[in-house]
Protein backbone atom coordinates (compact mmCIF):
# COMPACT_ATOMS: atom_id res chain seq x y z
CA UNK A 1 0.00 0.00 0.00
CA UNK A 2 1.29 3.68 -0.73
CA UNK A 3 1.08 6.65 1.09
CA UNK A 4 2.16 9.91 -0.24
CA UNK A 5 2.49 12.73 2.92
CA UNK A 6 2.27 16.41 1.86
CA UNK A 7 3.66 18.15 4.32
CA UNK A 8 6.51 21.31 5.75
CA UNK A 9 7.90 19.19 7.83
CA UNK A 10 8.84 15.52 6.12
CA UNK A 11 11.97 15.47 8.46
CA UNK A 12 9.92 14.56 11.44
CA UNK A 13 8.00 11.10 10.40
CA UNK A 14 11.28 9.11 10.20
CA UNK A 15 12.17 9.15 13.83
CA UNK A 16 8.02 7.30 13.97
CA UNK A 17 7.63 5.48 11.04
CA UNK A 18 11.22 4.60 10.10
CA UNK A 19 11.44 1.94 12.59
CA UNK A 20 10.39 -1.33 14.54
CA UNK A 21 6.65 -3.22 12.57
CA UNK A 22 6.62 -0.22 10.61
CA UNK A 23 10.01 0.21 8.85
CA UNK A 24 10.34 -3.71 8.56
CA UNK A 25 6.97 -3.85 6.18
CA UNK A 26 8.57 -0.56 4.29
CA UNK A 27 11.98 -2.87 3.76
CA UNK A 28 9.94 -5.71 2.54
CA UNK A 29 7.80 -3.36 0.58
CA UNK A 30 4.49 -3.87 2.21
CA UNK A 31 4.09 -0.67 2.31
CA UNK A 32 5.54 2.91 0.55
CA UNK A 33 5.91 5.84 2.44
CA UNK A 34 6.61 9.00 0.39
CA UNK A 35 6.77 12.62 1.82
CA UNK A 36 6.53 15.37 -0.14
CA UNK A 37 7.61 18.72 0.72
CA UNK A 38 5.10 21.96 0.42
CA UNK A 39 7.38 23.85 0.04
CA UNK A 40 9.21 22.58 -2.72
CA UNK A 41 6.30 23.59 -4.89
CA UNK A 42 6.64 27.59 -3.39
CA UNK A 43 7.42 29.86 -6.34
CA UNK A 44 9.08 32.84 -4.34
CA UNK A 45 12.11 33.73 -3.42
CA UNK A 46 11.49 32.76 0.64
CA UNK A 47 10.02 29.61 -0.14
CA UNK A 48 6.72 30.70 1.65
CA UNK A 49 3.56 28.69 0.97
CA UNK A 50 1.08 31.00 3.68
CA UNK A 51 -0.32 34.36 3.20
CA UNK A 52 -2.89 36.51 5.82
CA UNK A 53 -6.46 35.40 5.70
CA UNK A 54 -8.47 37.38 3.85
CA UNK A 55 -11.30 39.36 5.59
CA UNK A 56 -8.64 39.58 8.92
CA UNK A 57 -8.50 37.12 11.59
CA UNK A 58 -5.21 35.43 13.55
CA UNK A 59 -2.47 33.94 11.56
CA UNK A 60 -1.42 32.58 8.50
CA UNK A 61 -3.51 30.37 5.92
CA UNK A 62 -1.85 27.83 3.44
CA UNK A 63 -1.98 29.24 -0.22
CA UNK A 64 -3.50 26.82 -2.69
CA UNK A 65 -1.45 27.01 -5.33
CA UNK A 66 1.96 24.90 -3.96
CA UNK A 67 -0.44 22.63 -2.36
CA UNK A 68 -2.07 21.82 -5.82
CA UNK A 69 1.39 21.69 -7.26
CA UNK A 70 2.33 19.40 -4.71
CA UNK A 71 -0.71 17.50 -5.15
CA UNK A 72 -0.37 17.26 -9.25
CA UNK A 73 3.79 15.43 -8.52
CA UNK A 74 2.05 12.73 -6.60
CA UNK A 75 -1.04 12.04 -8.81
CA UNK A 76 0.83 12.75 -12.24
CA UNK A 77 0.90 9.32 -14.59
CA UNK A 78 -1.94 7.94 -12.54
CA UNK A 79 -4.97 6.74 -14.10
CA UNK A 80 -6.69 6.70 -11.18
CA UNK A 81 -7.52 9.52 -8.53
CA UNK A 82 -6.05 8.26 -4.99
CA UNK A 83 -8.19 8.96 -2.22
CA UNK A 84 -7.00 12.19 -0.95
CA UNK A 85 -7.27 12.93 2.96
CA UNK A 86 -7.16 16.41 4.67
CA UNK A 87 -6.12 15.68 8.23
CA UNK A 88 -8.06 18.21 10.39
CA UNK A 89 -10.14 18.66 13.48
CA UNK A 90 -13.24 19.78 11.92
CA UNK A 91 -13.40 16.14 10.15
CA UNK A 92 -14.82 12.76 11.39
CA UNK A 93 -12.71 11.12 13.87
CA UNK A 94 -10.37 8.42 12.95
CA UNK A 95 -11.63 5.25 14.49
CA UNK A 96 -10.53 1.92 14.12
CA UNK A 97 -13.03 1.24 11.76
CA UNK A 98 -11.53 3.91 9.94
CA UNK A 99 -8.31 2.30 9.58
CA UNK A 100 -10.02 -1.13 8.21
CA UNK A 101 -11.30 0.78 5.81
CA UNK A 102 -8.43 2.53 4.63
CA UNK A 103 -6.52 -0.63 4.26
CA UNK A 104 -9.04 -1.70 2.35
CA UNK A 105 -8.66 1.23 -0.35
CA UNK A 106 -9.60 0.17 -3.91
CA UNK A 107 -6.42 1.68 -5.04
CA UNK A 108 -4.32 1.08 -1.82
CA UNK A 109 -2.92 4.66 -2.66
CA UNK A 110 -3.64 7.29 0.09
CA UNK A 111 -2.86 10.83 -0.31
CA UNK A 112 -2.77 12.76 3.25
CA UNK A 113 -2.77 16.37 3.46
CA UNK A 114 -0.91 18.00 6.26
CA UNK A 115 -2.27 21.73 7.34
CA UNK A 116 -0.37 24.18 9.49
CA UNK A 117 -0.77 27.79 11.10
CA UNK A 118 -4.37 28.20 10.52
CA UNK A 119 -5.31 25.74 7.84
CA UNK A 120 -5.48 25.76 4.06
CA UNK A 121 -7.39 27.97 1.45
CA UNK A 122 -10.55 26.63 1.35
CA UNK A 123 -10.78 26.44 -2.43
CA UNK A 124 -7.70 24.10 -2.74
CA UNK A 125 -9.82 21.79 -0.42
CA UNK A 126 -13.04 21.33 -2.18
CA UNK A 127 -10.90 21.21 -5.65
CA UNK A 128 -8.93 17.98 -4.09
CA UNK A 129 -10.19 16.38 -0.95
CA UNK A 130 -12.27 13.23 -0.91
CA UNK A 131 -12.47 13.07 3.05
CA UNK A 132 -11.63 15.30 6.07
CA UNK A 133 -10.17 12.83 9.12
CA UNK A 134 -9.43 14.17 12.84
CA UNK A 135 -7.33 12.31 15.59
CA UNK A 136 -10.04 13.89 18.24
CA UNK A 137 -11.64 16.81 19.23
CA UNK A 138 -8.66 18.87 20.34
CA UNK A 139 -6.34 21.36 18.36
CA UNK A 140 -2.76 20.69 16.83
CA UNK A 141 -0.22 22.81 15.80
CA UNK A 142 -0.23 20.66 12.29
CA UNK A 143 -1.65 17.49 10.90
CA UNK A 144 1.81 15.56 10.91
CA UNK A 145 0.79 13.66 14.18
CA UNK A 146 -2.43 13.14 13.14
CA UNK A 147 -0.97 11.63 9.83
CA UNK A 148 1.56 9.47 11.48
CA UNK A 149 -1.30 8.05 13.64
CA UNK A 150 -3.26 6.99 10.73
CA UNK A 151 -0.17 5.62 8.76
CA UNK A 152 0.73 3.67 11.47
CA UNK A 153 -3.03 2.51 12.41
CA UNK A 154 -3.96 1.62 8.56
CA UNK A 155 -0.63 0.22 7.74
CA UNK A 156 -0.18 -2.57 10.50
CA UNK A 157 -3.99 -3.85 9.62
CA UNK A 158 -2.43 -4.71 6.15
CA UNK A 159 -1.74 -8.59 5.37
CA UNK A 160 2.13 -9.36 5.88
CA UNK A 161 2.54 -6.45 8.61
CA UNK A 162 2.25 -8.05 11.85
CA UNK A 163 3.04 -11.78 12.39
CA UNK A 164 -0.26 -13.13 12.27
CA UNK A 165 -3.86 -11.61 11.66
CA UNK A 166 -4.72 -13.32 15.40
CA UNK A 167 -2.03 -10.09 16.29
CA UNK A 168 -4.90 -7.67 15.68
CA UNK A 169 -8.47 -9.26 15.39
CA UNK A 170 -7.84 -10.02 19.10
CA UNK A 171 -7.21 -6.54 19.96
CA UNK A 172 -9.20 -3.44 21.44
CA UNK A 173 -11.87 -2.01 19.09
CA UNK A 174 -10.92 -4.37 16.20
CA UNK A 175 -14.64 -6.76 17.55
CA UNK A 176 -16.33 -3.78 19.04
CA UNK A 177 -14.71 -4.86 22.39
CA UNK A 178 -11.72 -4.01 24.71
CA UNK A 179 -8.68 -6.62 24.64
CA UNK A 180 -8.28 -8.56 27.84
CA UNK A 181 -5.33 -7.94 30.25
CA UNK A 182 -1.80 -9.36 29.29
CA UNK A 183 1.11 -10.73 30.96
CA UNK A 184 4.11 -11.91 30.88
CA UNK A 185 7.08 -13.17 32.44
CA UNK A 186 7.94 -13.47 35.53
CA UNK A 187 5.05 -15.25 37.07
CA UNK A 188 4.92 -13.25 40.02
CA UNK A 189 5.81 -9.53 40.32
CA UNK A 190 6.03 -7.40 43.35
CA UNK A 191 4.04 -10.62 44.65
CA UNK A 192 1.26 -10.51 42.28
CA UNK A 193 1.15 -13.65 40.53
CA UNK A 194 0.32 -14.29 36.62
CA UNK A 195 -4.12 -15.11 36.49
CA UNK A 196 -3.28 -19.50 37.61
CA UNK A 197 -5.71 -20.34 34.13
CA UNK A 198 -2.95 -18.97 31.73
CA UNK A 199 -0.56 -21.33 32.66
CA UNK A 200 -2.70 -24.38 32.95
CA UNK A 201 -1.94 -25.10 28.99
CA UNK A 202 -5.62 -26.03 28.67
CA UNK A 203 -6.42 -23.65 25.38
CA UNK A 204 -10.31 -23.55 25.32
CA UNK A 205 -10.13 -22.97 29.09
CA UNK A 206 -7.72 -19.48 28.14
CA UNK A 207 -9.41 -18.67 25.10
CA UNK A 208 -13.02 -18.26 27.37
CA UNK A 209 -10.97 -16.82 30.17
CA UNK A 210 -9.52 -13.75 27.54
CA UNK A 211 -13.32 -13.61 25.89
CA UNK A 212 -14.72 -12.84 29.59
CA UNK A 213 -11.97 -10.35 30.47
CA UNK A 214 -12.41 -8.73 27.28
CA UNK A 215 -16.34 -8.33 28.41
CA UNK A 216 -15.56 -7.58 31.60
CA UNK A 217 -12.40 -4.89 30.91
CA UNK A 218 -14.95 -3.17 28.39
CA UNK A 219 -17.60 -3.49 30.82
CA UNK A 220 -15.39 -1.31 33.44
CA UNK A 221 -13.75 1.45 31.02
CA UNK A 222 -15.67 1.51 28.19
CA UNK A 223 -19.32 0.55 28.86
CA UNK A 224 -20.95 2.32 26.09
CA UNK A 225 -19.20 -0.20 23.35
CA UNK A 226 -21.15 -2.74 24.69
CA UNK A 227 -24.68 -1.90 23.89
CA UNK A 228 -22.68 -2.33 19.74
CA UNK A 229 -20.84 -5.41 20.16
CA UNK A 230 -22.02 -8.95 18.86
CA UNK A 231 -22.29 -10.90 22.55
CA UNK A 232 -23.99 -14.25 22.86
CA UNK A 233 -27.01 -14.74 25.23
CA UNK A 234 -24.44 -15.95 27.85
CA UNK A 235 -22.58 -12.89 27.45
CA UNK A 236 -24.99 -10.95 27.31
CA UNK A 237 -25.85 -12.70 30.95
CA UNK A 238 -22.65 -11.85 31.90
CA UNK A 239 -23.15 -8.20 31.36
CA UNK A 240 -26.38 -8.37 33.07
CA UNK A 241 -24.85 -10.11 36.03
CA UNK A 242 -21.94 -7.46 36.61
CA UNK A 243 -24.35 -4.23 36.41
CA UNK A 244 -26.44 -6.19 39.22
CA UNK A 245 -22.91 -6.82 41.28
CA UNK A 246 -22.51 -3.02 40.89
CA UNK A 247 -25.77 -2.32 42.52
CA UNK A 248 -25.21 -4.76 45.46
C1 LIG B 1 -3.95 24.99 14.24
S1 LIG B 1 -4.66 23.81 13.17
C2 LIG B 1 -5.86 24.76 12.31
C3 LIG B 1 -7.21 24.76 12.97
C4 LIG B 1 -8.24 25.54 12.20
N1 LIG B 1 -7.95 26.94 12.24
C5 LIG B 1 -9.62 25.28 12.81
O1 LIG B 1 -9.97 26.00 13.76
O2 LIG B 1 -10.31 24.35 12.38
C6 LIG B 1 -3.42 23.55 11.96
C7 LIG B 1 -3.47 22.22 11.25
O3 LIG B 1 -3.29 21.18 12.18
C8 LIG B 1 -3.97 20.03 11.75
N2 LIG B 1 -4.81 19.57 12.88
C9 LIG B 1 -5.09 20.26 14.00
N3 LIG B 1 -5.86 19.56 14.83
C10 LIG B 1 -6.07 18.36 14.25
C11 LIG B 1 -6.80 17.21 14.62
N4 LIG B 1 -7.48 17.15 15.75
N5 LIG B 1 -6.80 16.16 13.77
C12 LIG B 1 -6.13 16.21 12.60
N6 LIG B 1 -5.43 17.29 12.19
C13 LIG B 1 -5.40 18.37 13.00
C14 LIG B 1 -4.76 20.38 10.51
O4 LIG B 1 -4.09 19.88 9.37
C15 LIG B 1 -4.75 21.90 10.54
O5 LIG B 1 -4.76 22.46 9.26
Not at 66 to 76: D, F, M, R
Request: glycine fraction near 8%; include cysteine; proline fraction near 4%.
Amino acid sequence: MRFDILTLFPEMFEAVLGDSIIGRARSKGLIELNFVQIREFAHNKHRQVDDYPYGGGAGMVMQAEPLYQAYQSVIEGLDYKPRTIYLSPQGKTFRQSTAKRLSKDKHQHIVLLCGHYEGVDQRLLDEIIDEELSLGDFVLTGGEIAAMAMVDATARLIPGVLKSEEAFSEESHFSGLLEYPQYTRPEVWHGEKVPEILLSGHHKNIEAWKRRMSIETTFKKRRGMLSKAKLSPDEKKLVKELKESENL
